[in-house]
């Protein structure tokens, strides 16, 4: 068993940065790819980035590389997701998740969820 707690998210406004933060506990280290979702008001969730097991090799979808990074520190069972340039459309809850990664078909596929922690991006 894996549990995920996140934490960062808030009110900024376009153009501002944000960090979220992921806690894992359990089962964790390198047991896992981890990544994050986002779920925006009235749309399906979608993946944002995911990060292999030792670190090694990322993934972002499309609407987010360049401004997001993906990072982890093992030591800490935590996983990071820096937001950089957000935008209005970035609002969203985001969720923190554990699985594997797909790099084919772009995607994690998670075997865990955290609860989500809510970004709101003002104009």
């Known amino acids: 068993q894996v549990q995920l707690v996140e934490s960062g998210g808030g009110l900024v406004r376009a153009g501002d940065s944000l960090r979220l933060v992921c806690a894992a506990s359990?089962?964790?280290?390198?047991?896992?790819?981890m990544g994050w979702f986002r779920q925006a008001p009235g749309k399906d969730r979608e993946f944002v980035a995911a990060v292999t097991r030792r670190g090694i090799s990322t993934l972002y979808a499309n609407s987010v590389k360049g401004r997001f990074t993906i990072s982890r520190d093992n030591a800490k069972n935590t996983v990071y997701l820096q937001m950089n340039m957000l935008t209005p459309e970035d609002t969203a809850v985001y969720y923190c998740?554990?699985?594997?990664?797909?790099?084919?078909?772009?995607?994690?596929?998670?075997?865990?969820w955290g609860q989500g922690t809510e970004v709101t991006v003002s104009s």
């Open positions: 359990g089962r964790t280290g390198t047991s896992y790819d």
């Open positions: 998740a554990a699985g594997s990664a797909y790099f084919t078909d772009r995607t994690l596929r998670a075997d865990y």
